[in-house]
Each structure stands twice: as C-alpha cells, then as structure tokens.
C-alpha cells in the first residue's frame, strides 16, 4: 500500500504561481511511476504531468507544457508539481497518483490516489 498526500493548494490570480507536493508513504518510491492529474467541476478527470522512477521521463499534457513542471525527490519520497502562468482554466481539484510501473500516463493506470488539493484562479 502506498499513501500520498497532496498540499500546496490555495487560491492565486491569475499569472501567479503555485507549487504543489505530495508526500508518499513506503520504501519503494523509486520505483513508482508518479503523476499529477486534474479534475473541474463538470469534467473528467485528466492527466496533467507524469515522471519516471529515475526523474529522466516525463510527461506533460500540451494544455501545460511550458508553464507547469513535474519533478520529484526520492529522498524524500516526495513529487512537486510548480505551476507558472496560471490562468482561470487551470482551475480544478489537483490528485498525485503512483503507479507499480515503469510508465504510465492515463489516470486509469495509476494503482494509488492522494485526496486531492484545491487550486483556484481568479482572473
């Protein structure tokens, strides 16, 4: 069992900056394929960024490639989503998920599930 847990949330104008982390429970972090997903309200959830074991792959939706970075610490067991440039559309609940894998990127190959951190911006 792995359990994660998301912070770094909050309310931010439009143009600002967030980072968020979550914090991963177990010894085996580097071995988890880690990704950041999104759900707004009336929408499917959505794959955002995702990074492998190692950190040298990532994935990033188009939506966010340039202004949003995926990176993670396995010393800490930790994985970090910066988010730059953020407008009313990046607007959602955020959820970090790990998968048992050397690479995913869809939400419905992940195995484990944060509960999720709050993101709003005004604009």
Same mark, same amino acid.
């Given at each position: 069992q792995?359990?994660l %847990?998301?912070?770094?949330g &909050?309310l931010? $104008?439009?143009?600002?900056?967030?980072r968020?982390?979550?914090?991963a429970?177990g010894? =085996?972090?580097?071995?988890?394929?880690?990704? #950041?997903f999104r759900q707004a309200?009336?929408?499917?959830r959505e794959s %955002?960024?995702?990074?492998?074991g190692?950190g040298r792959? !990532?994935?990033?939706?188009?939506?966010v490639?340039?202004r949003? !970075?995926?990176s993670?610490?396995?010393?800490k067991?930790?994985?970090y989503l910066?988010m730059?440039?953020?407008?009313p559309?990046?607007t959602?609940?955020y959820?970090?998920a790990?998968?048992i894998?050397? #690479?995913? !990127?869809?939400?419905?190959?992940?195995?484990?599930? &944060? $509960?999720?951190? $709050? %993101? =709003?911006?005004?604009?």
């Amino acid at each position: 069992q792995v359990q994660l %847990v998301e912070s770094g949330g &909050g309310l931010v $104008q439009a143009g600002g900056s967030l980072r968020l982390s979550c914090a991963a429970s177990g010894r =085996t972090f580097s071995s988890y394929v880690m990704g #950041w997903f999104r759900q707004a309200p009336g929408k499917e959830r959505e794959s %955002v960024a995702s990074i492998s074991g190692s950190g040298r792959r !990532t994935y990033y939706a188009d939506s966010v490639k340039g202004r949003l !970075t995926i990176s993670r610490d396995n010393a800490k067991n930790t994985v970090y989503l910066q988010m730059n440039s953020l407008g009313p559309e990046d607007t959602a609940v955020y959820y970090c998920a790990a998968a048992i894998a050397l #690479w995913r !990127t869809r939400p419905q190959d992940y195995d484990y599930w &944060g $509960q999720g951190t $709050q %993101v =709003t911006v005004s604009s």
